[in-house]
């Protein structure tokens, strides 16, 4: 048996901006999704999701499903991939369970792609490199949205805290955010990553002389989040997590709920609060000092559905258990 696992994300700054290749930072967050997979003598695959109750067997070229087996398709996809790249045939149990709560704009199905695929190397016995497996999740990604940027799969694989360009790839920022924590607050409202990618790519097509300026100072405001982190000044991080949520309003991605959200926090001490992700729904990250923690999240669960306090995760992807056949050793 082989299990692999890999973390939940969190935009700090920058999405959609980052979909026309702006910058964005990215945390990885203790929040994971875990692939589980059992050799089976036979050449037969299934897989199952222990969070949506569904199934897909595909044996003899014949396929069965339970349930909605749709969302299975993704992995599917990196079952098919990883198979091509080891260039051989195996059967295998493969199911999937995740902490990190669906369609909240923690990067749920990037992390579920993730761990597959680095359970899948691990099954096949082929050495995936961090960058194989976030470009394999990256293909299952495609499925899920409509022209994904890559920075979910990215961090997830790489875990800590990045700066990432689509055209460019990413940094990695030594930074120590040890006196602060990351306080995400779930709206309750599902939305549609792709969807809400669409409805910005149409707002900027009809606006192009009024929303290129805004997402150039998305761009600029990445960077100033960058410096300073590496100065440790978190006010000043707040301060433009802030303007960054403004910008976000502004190409529609806000509503309400959000923004009672992001107000309960700001008032309550956050140093900064912003959607993270796609909005429309899904969550908005806060960012506190310790101190401040349990007042600010005492005051979010009034009015949220679900709020986590998390630290940011060092290690992204990683196999966390592989016992075979006649050898056993765990990681
Ligand atoms: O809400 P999520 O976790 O799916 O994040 C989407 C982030 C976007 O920038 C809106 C899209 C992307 O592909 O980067």
């Known amino acids: 048996m082989i299990i692999a696992s890999a973390p939940a994300k969190v935009i700090l700054v920058g999405e959609h901006f980052v979909v026309e290749n702006e910058p964005a930072i990215a945390l990885a967050v203790e929040l ?12 037969e695959r299934i897989y199952s999701s222990k ?22 398709s993704p992995i599917v996809k990196i079952g098919e991939i990883v198979e091509g790249i080891a260039g051989l045939r195996k059967g295998y ?22 761990a597959t695929a680095t359970a899948l190397g691990k099954l096949y016995e082929i050495p995936l490199t961090h960058e194989e497996i976030s470009n394999i999740a990256y293909e299952a990604e495609r499925i899920v949205h409509d022209t994904p940027s890559g920075i979910d799969n990215t961090i997830s694989t790489y875990g ?40 910005v790519r149409k707002l900027k097509n009809k ?66 609060a912003k ?5 429309g729904g899904g969550s908005i990250v806060a960012l506190a ?11 979010l669960q009034r009015v949220s559905e679900r709020v986590f306090v998390l630290e940011v995760a060092r290690e992204g992807a990683r196999i966390e258990y592989h016992c075979a056949a006649n050898n056993m050793d765990t990681f």
Do not use: W
Request: with cysteine.
């Open 32 to 43: 994971r999704a875990r692939t589980i997979v059992e050799p089976i003598q036979k050449y």
């Open 51 to 72: 969070n949506y109750g569904c199934c897909i067997k595909i044996s003899d070229g014949k396929v069965s499903t339970k349930g909605n087996a749709e969302v299975l």
């Open 93 to 114: 149990k493969l199911t999937v369970e995740s902490e990190i709560p669906p369609a909240s704009g923690m990067g749920s199905s990037a992390a579920v792609a993730v």
């Open 160 to 199: 800590g805290v990045i700066v990432f360009r689509k055209s460019e790839g990413f940094i990695r920022l030594d930074v120590d955010l040890s006196p602060i924590r990351v306080i995400i607050a779930d709206s309750g409202l599902p939305r549609s990553t792709g969807a809400m990618v669409k409805k």
């Open 207 to 272: 606006y192009p002389k009024v929303l290129d300026p805004l997402y150039h100072t998305a761009g600029r405001l990445v960077i100033e989040v960058a410096k300073a982190l590496e100065d440790g000044d978190f006010k000043r991080v707040g301060e433009l997590m802030n303007i960054n949520h403004g910008l976000l309003s502004a190409v529609g991605v806000s509503n309400l709920k959000l923004e009672e959200l992001v107000h309960v926090a700001r008032r309550s001490g956050a140093l900064g």
């Open 275 to 279: 959607i993270t992700g796609a909005g």
């Open 289 to 299: 000092y310790a101190d401040d923690v349990q007042k600010i999240a005492e005051s």
